[in-house]
């Protein structure tokens, strides 16, 4: 298995997250130093072995009444937000218009 | 006033020998006075402090019943929401973060009286084993200021062991309050996986996250845990268990009971850190354990699920830092997709990126079954492990880091810190409650702790081994020499 910038350029891409050069080379040499590390988990036989989703059984499907609770008033809400107008978030266009 | 534990503080307090104005107004003159050295706090909640204090000292004028941790101050790790106070998570990303909630461990340390003094600095958004992660400042070791205090909970536990506060929470995914109490030199507790709500925590990785507290003895622990440890409806991961008594319990004689030791996973153990161990648990012999050997093999591959694991989920948690709604938006940024872009490349550090770069990697399709699907058997091996384990023991016992604290700067490569983690991460795995407790020093004057696991659900039984360990040797009272002192004799 190979990891190279390729890889970190197509990952990047992935979760939006945009890098430099710079940042791409130590990235790459990181994260293939950190994934040789990990092939040590060949070692282990699992065949059959189930994969473990929760620590505790009594976790799976936990379900709260469908009842209306504390509510964020959207004015307190929107102090964090980057940029807002009429009461919602504003963002940058998402459909773009072209003149025909 | 600040060599008061927290129990002796509310005992003054609720005798009206101090007032609760005069306890916040002594912590933020020493927290002023000293920070500088360390910095422990992002940042010193004084005006809200002093106004609790004064509601408090009112409170009792009027006679009415005090909450069970009142007039005792306590510091937050800042990844924990304070509602309408910052909650950076150390991270540029969340810079002017405002929390719109409280969560519900500030709700309960809020309904018993606490004082919240302020929020403590970490690794950005918990990732890393040294407090240098952090984007605003590093965080420096009380017992040596040229050391590392830990990570990442590093601010949190630094406090307490400068004495700014007798109990600081942190919060612990594969370490990060068990490792700074060692470093540290005070007690660190991370509670079975779901006992404390997680509710108002910034998730990092989901499965693994617990918050817990930072005490200079187990009494201490043992109150904030009955404060803390109770159900929450608003985490579905949260225990419906009624709270143990965990004052009680501490109390209990060990006499007779069964510690088992992988020795050897122990090893590679360096001679200091080897030595103090053996130390140890010579000390639990004296106290009437029997000590037996158990085989914990499989924690050698602790390090590799957990970075599989924890990135994974982080990759997914961290999804929401989009620039968007709240956090970070990039000036550059002209179109939507340069708004995820740029804010995200500006608002984390190198560790965030490359941890989320890792987590979407062994979850994407070609590599999910040879990364996440098999890190997440051989954690079911792991559980299984540690089951056949406490068939033989009622607690296991090894040291809480291969080595004491280093100095900042020293560890450069990624992995190298990753391996610090080594006898911290499985408990997180398993969701086992594990402490790590003062157990002396090394010849350099820097604290070794001790870590102590037990089944899950057996938070109790943890901090009763702790207990006994403390009473018998008293390391849990050692305080740093440079902040065993009153401000104004500096």
């Given at each position: 298995?190979?990891?190279?910038?390729?890889?970190?350029?197509?990952?990047?891409?992935?979760?939006?997250?945009?890098?430099?050069?710079?940042?791409?080379?130590?990235?790459?040499?990181?994260?293939?130093?950190?994934?040789?590390?990990?092939?040590?988990?060949?070692?282990?036989e699992?065949?059959?072995?189930?994969?473990?989703?929760?620590?505790?059984?009594?976790?799976?499907?936990?379900?709260r009444?469908?009842?209306?609770?504390?509510?964020?008033?959207?004015?307190?809400?929107?102090e964090?937000?980057?940029?807002?107008?009429?009461?919602?978030?504003?963002?940058?266009?998402v459909?773009?218009?072209?003149?025909? | 006033?600040?060599?008061?534990?927290?129990?002796?503080?509310?005992?003054?307090?609720?005798?009206?020998?101090?007032?609760?104005?005069?306890i916040?107004?002594?912590?933020?003159?020493?927290?002023?006075?000293?920070?500088?050295?360390?910095?422990?706090?992002?940042?010193?909640?004084?005006?809200?402090?002093?106004?609790?204090?004064?509601?408090?000292?009112?409170?009792?004028?009027?006679?009415?019943?005090?909450?069970?941790?009142?007039?005792?101050?306590?510091?937050?790790?800042?990844?924990?929401?304070?509602?309408?106070?910052?909650?950076?998570?150390?991270?540029?990303?969340?810079?002017?973060?405002?929390?719109?909630?409280?969560?519900?461990?500030?709700?309960?340390?809020e309904?018993?009286?606490?004082?919240l003094?302020?929020?403590?600095?970490?690794?950005?958004?918990?990732?890393?084993?040294?407090?240098?992660?952090?984007?605003?400042?590093?965080?420096?070791?009380?017992?040596?200021?040229?050391?590392?205090?830990g990570?990442s909970?590093?601010?949190?536990?630094?406090?307490v062991?400068?004495?700014?506060?007798?109990?600081?929470?942190?919060?612990d995914?594969?370490?990060?309050?068990?490792?700074?109490?060692?470093?540290?030199?005070?007690?660190?507790f991370?509670?079975?996986?779901?006992?404390?709500?997680?509710?108002?925590?910034?998730?990092?990785?989901?499965?693994?996250?617990?918050?817990?507290?930072?005490?200079?003895?187990?009494?201490d622990?043992?109150?904030?845990?009955?404060?803390?440890?109770?159900?929450?409806?608003?985490?579905?991961?949260?225990?419906?268990?009624?709270?143990?008594?965990?004052?009680?319990?501490?109390?209990?004689?060990?006499r007779?009971?069964?510690?088992?030791?992988?020795?050897?996973?122990?090893?590679?153990?360096?001679?200091?850190?080897?030595?103090?161990?053996?130390?140890?648990?010579?000390?639990?012999?004296?106290l009437?354990?029997?000590?037996?050997?158990?085989?914990?093999?499989?924690?050698?591959?602790?390090?590799?699920v957990?970075?599989?694991?924890?990135?994974?989920?982080?990759?997914?948690?961290?999804?929401?830092?989009?620039?968007?709604?709240?956090?970070?938006?990039?000036?550059?940024?002209?179109?939507?997709?340069?708004?995820?872009?740029?804010?995200?490349?500006?608002?984390?550090?190198?560790?965030?990126?490359?941890?989320i770069?890792?987590?979407?990697?062994?979850?994407?399709?070609?590599?999910?079954?040879?990364?996440?699907?098999?890190?997440?058997?051989?954690?079911?091996?792991?559980?299984?492990?540690?089951?056949?384990?406490?068939?033989?023991?009622?607690?296991?016992?090894?040291?809480?880091s291969?080595?004491?604290?280093?100095?900042?700067?020293?560890?450069?490569?990624?992995?190298?810190?990753?391996?610090?983690?080594?006898?911290?991460?499985?408990?997180?795995?398993?969701?086992?409650?594990?402490?790590?407790?003062?157990?002396?020093f090394?010849?350099?004057?820097?604290?070794?702790?001790?870590?102590?696991?037990?089944?899950?659900?057996?938070?109790?039984?943890?901090?009763?081994?702790?207990?006994?360990?403390?009473?018998?040797?008293?390391y849990?009272?050692?305080?740093p020499?440079?902040?065993?002192?009153?401000?104004?004799?500096?």
């Amino acid at each position: 298995m190979e990891f190279d910038e390729k890889e970190v350029d197509k990952l990047a891409k992935l979760c939006r997250i945009e890098c430099t050069e710079e940042e791409k080379k130590a990235l790459c040499h990181h994260i293939a130093g950190i994934l040789k590390y990990m092939q040590q988990l060949n070692e282990v036989e699992t065949q059959g072995v189930k994969p473990c989703l929760r620590v505790q059984e009594t976790h799976a499907n936990v379900l709260r009444d469908d009842e209306v609770g504390d509510l964020l008033p959207r004015e307190k809400f929107l102090e964090n937000a980057p940029a807002h107008v009429g009461g919602m978030i504003r963002v940058p266009p998402v459909i773009k218009f072209t003149n025909p | 006033m600040y060599r008061f534990s927290a129990h002796a503080l509310r005992d003054l307090f609720c005798k009206e020998e101090v007032s609760a104005e005069t306890i916040a107004q002594s912590t933020l003159k020493r927290i002023a006075h000293y920070d500088h050295q360390i910095g422990s706090f992002l940042s010193v909640l004084s005006e809200r402090v002093m106004e609790k204090a004064s509601r408090l000292d009112q409170k009792r004028k009027e006679g009415k019943p005090l909450g069970r941790l009142a007039g005792v101050p306590i510091a937050i790790k800042d990844n924990i929401n304070i509602d309408g106070q910052l909650t950076t998570c150390a991270s540029k990303f969340l810079q002017n973060y405002r929390a719109v909630f409280d969560a519900t461990v500030i709700k309960l340390l809020e309904e018993e009286d606490a004082l919240l003094i302020g929020k403590t600095n970490l690794d950005e958004f918990a990732m890393g084993s040294s407090t240098e992660n952090s984007a605003y400042h590093l965080t420096k070791n009380p017992w040596n200021v040229k050391c590392s205090p830990g990570g990442s909970s590093g601010g949190s536990a630094a406090a307490v062991a400068a004495r700014f506060c007798p109990i600081a929470l942190g919060s612990d995914t594969g370490g990060s309050i068990r490792q700074p109490a060692a470093f540290c030199g005070v007690n660190g507790f991370k509670p079975t996986y779901g006992r404390v709500s997680r509710y108002g925590l910034v998730a990092f990785a989901s499965s693994l996250d617990q918050i817990g507290p930072f005490t200079t003895n187990m009494t201490d622990a043992a109150m904030v845990m009955e404060v803390l440890g109770r159900h929450c409806s608003h985490d579905s991961t949260s225990l419906a268990v009624k709270p143990e008594e965990y004052l009680k319990k501490i109390e209990e004689d060990i006499r007779g009971s069964v510690i088992g030791v992988p020795w050897s996973f122990l090893d590679q153990l360096q001679d200091g850190a080897k030595e103090n161990f053996h130390q140890a648990i010579e000390a639990y012999k004296t106290l009437g354990a029997t000590i037996v050997d158990i085989d914990l093999s499989l924690l050698k591959h602790s390090i590799a699920v957990y970075y599989i694991l924890s990135t994974a989920e982080a990759s997914t948690n961290l999804a929401r830092f989009d620039g968007v709604r709240y956090g970070k938006r990039s000036q550059r940024a002209a179109t939507l997709e340069e708004v995820y872009d740029f804010s995200k490349q500006e608002g984390f550090g190198p560790e965030v990126k490359k941890r989320i770069l890792l987590g979407t990697y062994v979850l994407s399709s070609g590599y999910q079954d040879a990364f996440y699907r098999k890190a997440q058997k051989v954690r079911t091996l792991m559980i299984q492990q540690f089951k056949a384990a406490f068939e033989k023991c009622q607690i296991i016992a090894m040291p809480t880091s291969p080595m004491t604290s280093f100095p900042v700067g020293a560890i450069q490569d990624p992995l190298q810190m990753y391996l610090q983690d080594i006898f911290t991460i499985a408990a997180n795995l398993a969701g086992l409650p594990a402490i790590s407790t003062p157990c002396g020093f090394s010849s350099d004057g820097l604290p070794f702790g001790l870590q102590l696991l037990a089944p899950i659900m057996h938070d109790a039984k943890v901090m009763q081994f702790a207990h006994a360990f403390e009473k018998a040797t008293g390391y849990s009272h050692k305080i740093p020499p440079l902040f065993d002192k009153m401000e104004h004799s500096s």
